[in-house]
């Protein structure tokens, strides 16, 4: 069965420094790897995704993510956080490229900015 | 960028009752989703609609929960007799296809069941 974990439940860290969320999943076959963030009273945006080819995939707002296969890990990373930032962000794993049908999330991370 | 809709934002319902959440998927897409999230817990699959019928459901969407596209925008969720434990977050979704293939999710409806 696919599973999703995201080790960081809460995480804070002040504007302007560099963010790395955690993601470890586990899938039977090629996964296709998501990030969500969910801003307060706002629905799941799509950060990016991977399916195939580079595995430094990179997303709006200027977020980034690896895909690891030896480590199973699809972590986040920002360079330099902007306060606008602070939102959860959900690790997703699916069957299908768009996502869709059956995708397993993570419980997600809370991401606080200090300024 | 398109928007899927959902309606209402809150929704407070005693035991047993039926609520029926209600959700506008963005208008050229053809696959339709359901997930819930209890609180403090995981985003979770609940069902997949496509050409007008149930393509794939999780153990959660048992005889309670039903779904159905009535009119060809609106697409909804059905619990027929709450439980306690149905309170969470629902978030609709829909999907284009192609070649550039993305779900979009609503804004949720937090339900409440007292």
């Known amino acids: 069965a696919q599973s999703v974990t995201q080790p960081d439940i809460h995480i804070t860290v002040s504007e302007g420094a560099s963010l790395e969320l955690r993601c470890n999943y586990s899938y039977g076959a090629t996964p296709y790897l998501f990030w969500y963030v969910q801003s307060p009273g706002q629905g799941l945006q799509l950060l990016l995704k991977y399916f195939s080819g580079d595995t430094l995939v990179q997303g709006i707002k200027g977020f980034e993510a690896e895909f690891k296969r030896s480590q199973s890990s699809f972590n986040l990373r920002k360079p330099s956080v902007h306060w606008s930032d602070a939102a959860e962000y959900f690790c997703?794993?699916?069957?299908?490229?768009?996502?869709?049908?059956?995708?397993?999330f993570g419980t997600g991370t809370q991401l606080k900015v200090e300024l | 960028e398109p928007e899927v809709t959902q309606t209402p934002s809150h929704q407070v319902t005693q035991m047993g009752q039926e609520v029926i959440l209600r959700c506008v998927p963005i208008?050229?897409?053809?696959?339709f989703y359901w997930y819930r999230q209890i609180l403090g817990q995981k985003v979770e699959f609940l069902v997949s609609f496509y050409n007008n019928e149930i393509s794939e459901k999780s153990e959660i969407f048992d005889d309670q929960f039903s779904v159905e596209r009535p009119d060809g925008s609106n697409f909804t969720l059905k619990i027929r007799s709450t439980k306690l434990e149905d309170s969470a977050m629902y978030f609709c979704?829909?999907?284009?296809?192609?070649?550039?293939?993305?779900?979009?999710f609503g804004s949720g409806t937090q339900l409440s069941v007292l």
């Open positions: 979704a829909s999907r284009t296809t192609g070649s550039n293939e993305k779900l979009f």
């Open positions: 997703a794993v699916g069957a299908h490229p768009g996502g869709g049908n059956k995708l397993t």
């Open positions: 208008s050229n897409h053809l696959y």
